[in-house]
Structures are given as C-alpha cells and as structure tokens.
C-alpha cells in the first residue's frame, strides 16, 4: 500500500471508507434494536392489520341505509349489536340496522361506512342520524399500514423507535444486525494523570481519552479504554496498541502527532509494520493526523488537545465508524452559510472550528464559537474556513453535525 505524506480532508475520508468494511452479523431480538444496523432486509410477511378496522368510536352503516342518507333521508337504525376492540366473533346487520363499534374493532363484513358517534343522537337502543357519508369513511382497509411483502426496512438501514415498531407490528420478535465495532482508545503522553488522583505540578488531568469514549459511544459504538497512563516511551506505546490490536477492531491513539523528540506513535506503528494510508491533513487541525492499517485493523493517531482530536473525530472517524457499522447512510450535510461575525486570528491554512447555526430571518448564518464556548452550540456546525473567509458575511462550509436535524434544513 502506498503512503500519500500529506492529503485533503475529503481524500483523508475516502481513503479510510475504502478500508473500512462492516463486521460480523448477528441475530437479535427487537428489545435490543435500537441504533444497530439491520444486515439483511426484513420484508412483512403479514398484512397490517389483516382486517378491516374502524378508525373511530361509531356506528356501522349498510350499502342500502348509506344510499338512503346520501338522497336526504333521516334515520333511525336499531343498534342491533356492540363490537370492542378485540373482538372475533362474526357480527351481522341488516338494513335499518348498526352496529356501535370502537376504535381498531374489527369492520362486520356487510358494513359501506362508518359515521362518528358524535354525528348520531344516541338513544340506546337506537340512533337518530342525517348527512352525507361516503363510501369506505372511517374504514381502514387491510393492508393500509404494511402490505404484505412490503420492505420494513432495509439492509444498512440504522433500526429506529419508528421500524421496531413496524417490525413488532407485522409480529417478528427479532432482526438480524451487524456487530458493533469495539474502538480501543489509547491516550498516550507523561504529562497526564488519572482524575481521582493526586494531581503532580507540571502534569495534566487526562480528559481526552473520556472525551474521545463518549465521541466514540455517540455513534453507536463500543469504547474500550487502555492503560490510563502510557508515558512517552516506544516500548510501552508498542505494547499498548498490540494490546488494542487484540481487544479493538479499530484504534484511536491520541498524542504523540507532532515530529518532536518525545513522539513516539509514529515510530512504534512502523516497529509494528503497519501500512499508512496517510501522514497529515492539510488543514488546522489536521497536521500529523495519521491513518495506519495494521493486522486489519484501521488505526488514527489523532492531536492530544480535546479540541483539535474532537474536531478531526467529526470529520474524519464519524464517516468511517458509520460504515463499518454497516450503515449506508455515511455521508456528511455540509451546508453554504454567510459567518453572522468575523473570525478573529485566521492563519493562511485551511481550518476547521466549531460554530453553531443561528437564524437571522429569513436566512440562517454560521455563528463561530469563540474556544470557551466550544461544544455549547444548541445547532452544533463545523466550519470549513478557507485562506481570506473569515469576515461577517464571508460563504464557508459548514457541517451540520446533528443529524436528526437534517430533514428540516
């Protein structure tokens, strides 16, 4: 495999998906569905309902009666029988005859229409009623939810509250998924220390490797944390990811990107043999950001800073963890925004900073987050900022991290 030393971010993601593949497949049941990633498309093998059902509390007409209405009659039908939701029994009626029926009972077989309790003058053992109904109102027919052989949901589709409930609906009680990755995240660096610990003067308390576990644990993936304190030294650091080879199915190393003395990952990747992909990404943060693949497995060494190595988990990691999940769905929202303020302090190098989406009627703008308020954005973006567009006003990039809210922007 060849290495390219330095690529843009977008070849960075296309050289990481083209490696990533998803995992085994396994059987579940519904109860643990939630957020996995269906492997094999589940067709219903059932109509839903397999019946006709009422849409609301009322009253059953017959074809006849139902005539008689729509030519201007006023009725009296004799309430001949009540059918609850549930029941199975076959119920008939004649003309000058209903039925009171609840909601999701099942329709008796001679019934043209329903009409609301609330349009008839209930007199027990009879109604009084006028108007137009039509044909087939407040009648759900088979089939109008789920038809049978109707796709429920598809092979790379993420399983949500929505398709476990179609998939309960049309009665099966387990879907087979895709495994879940297990990332093994490595924090590497002798100035860090535990929380709970006594802090040392000179040393700080280790944060990233719980930042990068809850990253990881939004995309649905299983974080595992290695050796809380791997000191900068190519024997342990070695050991450390032969550890992860062993326990992870891709690896997150954070620290040790930079090129001084005491950083050391990419020298224990290359003792290991592994294969790089790349060696930095020309952006802010992104230098040094490497990509490896060793014995299979995908390996980022990703900036020591939460901030930095939290910004390149967004734009790099979150595609590539999507597809070895299994989804389909890996793509990125970017959107073009107008920044609402200028960006103080841009360099002449593409960057990447948080910023979060503001409304200034009628349009939306880009609103870039000073660094104390990184993370707090209530419509979370990342700004892609070229050389000379960092002004109020300025058109930039701008990706939209939460995903449930790209169906309403």
């Not at 589940?42 to 019946?51: A, L």
């Not at 944060?207 to 649905?220: C, D, F, G, I, P």
């Not at 734009?315 to 590539?320: D, E, I, K, M, R």
Request: a negative charge; one cysteine or more; proline letters at 5%.
């Amino acid at each position: 495999m060849s290495c390219q030393i330095e690529v843009s971010l977008e070849r960075a993601v296309e050289l990481c998906c083209a490696q990533a593949h998803p995992l085994n497949t396994e059987s579940i049941v519904l109860e643990a569905a939630l957020n996995r990633v269906a492997a094999l498309e589940v067709p219903s093998p059932i109509q839903v309902p397999t019946f006709s059902r009422s849409q609301m509390d009322g009253f059953t007409l017959t074809g006849s009666d139902l005539l008689r209405l729509g030519a201007g009659a006023c009725l009296e039908l004799q309430v001949a029988a009540t059918v609850p939701a549930g029941w199975q029994e076959t119920v008939r009626f004649f003309p000058g005859q209903t039925v009171s029926i609840m909601t999701g009972a099942m329709i008796p077989g001679n019934t043209a229409a329903i009409v609301k309790q609330e349009d008839v003058e209930n007199k027990g053992d009879y109604i009084k009623l006028s108007g137009s109904p039509v044909q087939g109102q407040y009648i759900d027919p088979p089939g109008c939810e789920i038809e049978a052989g109707e796709t429920i949901i598809g092979t790379g589709q993420e399983i949500n509250p929505g398709s476990i409930e179609r998939l309960a609906a049309a009665g099966l009680t387990r879907v087979t998924v895709y495994t879940i990755p297990r990332v093994y995240i490595i924090g590497c660096g002798s100035e860090l220390c535990l929380p709970g610990k006594v802090l040392p003067e000179g040393k700080i308390y280790h944060s990233h490797r719980h930042y990068m576990l809850a990253k990881v644990q939004t995309e649905n993936c299983k974080g595992i944390l290695g050796e809380g304190e791997v000191v900068d030294d190519l024997g342990l650091i070695t050991e450390e990811i032969r550890k992860g080879l062993g326990e992870g199915d891709l690896l997150i190393i954070s620290g040790g990107t930079a090129q001084g003395k005491y950083d050391l990952v990419a020298d224990a990747l290359r003792q290991l043999g592994a294969d790089f992909l790349f060696r930095s990404i020309a952006s802010k943060p992104g230098r040094n950001v490497s990509c490896s693949s060793l014995e299979g497995c995908l390996v980022f060494n990703l900036p020591g800073r939460p901030s930095a190595g939290g910004i390149m988990f967004d734009l790099l990691l979150a595609p590539v963890l999507r597809k070895i999940r299994g989804s389909t769905d890996c793509g990125q929202r970017w959107l073009k925004l107008r920044l609402s303020e200028n960006i103080v302090g841009k360099g002449e190098l593409r960057s990447f900073r948080r910023g979060e989406l503001v409304a200034d009627e009628p349009a939306l703008l880009a609103r870039p987050l000073a660094k104390h308020e990184s993370g707090r954005g209530k419509i979370p973006l990342l700004l892609d900022i070229e050389p000379g567009r960092s002004k109020k006003g300025d058109i930039v990039r701008a990706l939209l991290l939460n995903r449930e809210t790209w169906d309403w922007i």
